[in-house]
């Protein structure tokens, strides 16, 4: 552990990269999307993640692995699972974990592509006794298509799993004649799942496919987070929805229905419990500029979101996102300015003020121009040049600006960028 953990913190110092953030968990080397498997074991909580340990950008996915004692320093760890069977060849792709008896179980995707090219998606089991090396179950896949009929072979993934009354139950993605869909398994064991039924079939909301689902309670109240693929050339984004699951007959009924983030740079939500509280990660990537990390010869693609609280506010009617971290407060009366250098502030924005933050090569302003919230943030980066209007609901924002990145908190509102912006250099 500790000959590991010297020769990956000499690893990232070799790459002086002023794009890589200091905040947000990055990939040592290679491409990195979906946050898997999200879970405390063995007095650390986990980070799985999609991965490619080969090059900086999509394809031979493998689960990358990453350990924190507080979310906020994450040490990086051996590979924990790659494609090795013929369920999995082409990729071991996303899902999650649930501790049992004492060992660590992490569901998962197997992805396989045929002689004719036909991708086919399985879910399978696979455990850990140290939450480091893992063991295939040997009688995977332990769902496959033959479940259910009319599902389409290459969407059916992304296993979710929870226990509640002594049972588990697996969320899953699905299309369905071109439409996304939510299904539940339920089973014993972890090892035989049994259809429970088709939970969430409004396909208004669910576009042509849904990925990454997620289901918890706070307070007494059902939420599911999930992605929305459009199609139409619409751009992806996760939302949650509000509202009540009936277990007996596995329906999902939706009261609230919102985009989780003001822009559509995060992506594939995972939730899990921390300390009692609900937290969220999410991949944070730029979908229109997914390869300029690679076309300027960084070493590294993709990175985590900061981890956000999830809680209900005193009415009990919204839903409030807070980052984690400490936070120094200002009151942002008139322009005022901050290299780029990781800074965490508090703001109050009076009518008509502006901060100003400021990158190597690039910088980020945010102003408040009206009574209602409304702010314009305007990016100038090395990869673009944007505009971005967003009403919020409040005065006083938490800002994280940490290299590449731009996370905004109000209340129930968030706005997240990839400025791709390089700070490093920059001096206070």
Partial sequence: MKANDFLFEKVRALEKDGARPNLHFTPLFGWLNDPNGLIYYNGMYHLFYQYNPFKNQWGNIHWGHAISRDLQSWNDMPVALEPSESYDKDGVFSGSAIVKDDQLYVLYT?????????????????????????????????????????????????????????????????????????????????????YKGNIFKDFSKLGIMTECPDFFSIDGRDFLTFCVIWGESKRSQVYLAEGKMDWDQAEFTCDKFMALDGNADIYATQSFNYEGNRVLISWFRSMENETYLVDTNHQW????????????????????????????????????????QTPRIQGIFEL?????????????KIKRIND??????????????????????????????????????????????????????CER
Avoid at 123 to 139: E, I
Wanted: hydrophobic fraction near 35%; glycine fraction near 8%; charged fraction near 25%.
């Fill in 352 to 364: 008509g003020s502006q901060y100003l933050f400021q990158g190597k090569d690039g910088e980020v």
């Fill in 110 to 194: 197997g992805h396989s592509v045929d002689a004719k090219g036909q991708a086919h998606e399985t879910q399978c089991l696979a455990y850990s006794k140290d939450g480091v090396t893992f063991q295939k179950y040997d009688q995977n896949p332990v769902i496959d298509l033959d479940t259910i009929p009319g599902i389409e072979p290459e969407n059916f993934r992304d296993p979710k799993v929870i226990q509640r009354d002594g049972k588990y139950y697996l969320f899953l993605a699905a299309g369905i004649q071109k439409h996304g869909n939510i299904i539940l398994f339920e089973s014993d064991d972890l090892r035989n799942w049994t």
């Fill in 372 to 425: 209602e919230n409304e702010y314009v943030i305007t990016v100038h980066s090395p990869a673009f040049k944007k505009e971005y209007h967003w009403q919020a609901d409040s005065k006083e924002l938490s800002l994280i600006f940490d290299n590449s990145t731009l996370e905004i908190f109000a209340k129930e509102k968030t706005f997240s960028i990839v400025t791709l912006i390089q700070g490093r250099e």
């Fill in 301 to 340: 693609n993709g990175m985590m979101t900061i981890p956000r609280y999830l809680e209900l506010a005193e009415d009990g009617k919204k839903v409030i996102q807070k980052p984690f971290g400490v936070f120094k407060t200002e009151k942002i009366k008139a322009i005022q300015s901050i290299k780029n």
